[in-house]
C-alpha cells in the first residue's frame, strides 16, 4: 500500500524525499500503518478489504498531509488546487467544491484534508463482530 500512497501524493503534485532515512519516509510509512491499524480496528479484520483500498490510500495520504503541515514541514501556500473539480453535476443534484479565489490555501487546504480522512461510514459494510 505504502507504493499506491506515494503514486497519489505525486498524482497530487506532492514531491516526496527519495531518501529513506527522510523525514518523508518516515511519516508516510507512519501514516500508512496508523491508517491500516485504524481500518482494522474498526472493522475487526487482519486485512484491509479490496473494497476500502482506496478509502485507506487517501486516508493514509490525508494523515501524511496533516502531519507535515502540523509539523510545519508544508507550505499550503505552495499547493495548487486549479485542477481541483469545482463543480459536479449528476441529475438535479448539485454540488460544488470550496475552491473559488475567495478561498485562502489554508482553507481549501483543510477541505481537502477532511475529503481525504474520510469518515467511518465506509467501514459500515466490512466490520465483524467480535466476541
Known amino acids: 500500500?505504502?507504493?499506491k500512497v506515494r503514486e497519489r501524493l505525486v498524482s497530487l503534485g506532492i514531491a516526496l524525499?527519495?531518501?529513506p532515512s527522510s523525514t518523508d519516509g518516515f511519516l508516510l510509512s507512519f501514516a500508512v500503518k496508523k491508517t491500516t491499524d485504524h481500518i482494522n480496528?474498526?472493522?475487526?479484520?487482519?486485512?484491509?478489504?479490496?473494497?476500502?483500498?482506496s478509502v485507506a490510500i487517501d486516508m493514509a495520504v490525508g494523515e501524511f498531509l496533516f502531519t507535515k503541515k502540523s509539523m510545519g514541514l508544508l507550505d499550503v501556500s505552495s499547493l495548487d488546487f486549479s485542477s481541483v473539480v469545482k463543480q459536479v453535476q449528476d441529475g438535479d443534484t448539485n454540488v460544488e467544491y470550496a475552491v473559488d479565489a475567495k478561498f485562502s490555501p489554508e482553507q481549501k487546504f483543510e477541505s481537502f484534508i477532511v475529503?481525504?480522512?474520510h469518515n467511518e461510514v465506509d467501514f459500515v459494510r466490512y466490520r465483524v463482530l467480535t466476541w
Open 115 to 117: 475529503y481525504l480522512q
Open 41 to 53: 480496528n474498526q472493522t475487526n479484520l487482519d486485512a484491509i478489504p479490496q473494497g476500502l483500498e
Open 1 to 3: 500500500m505504502l507504493e
Open 17 to 19: 524525499s527519495n531518501e
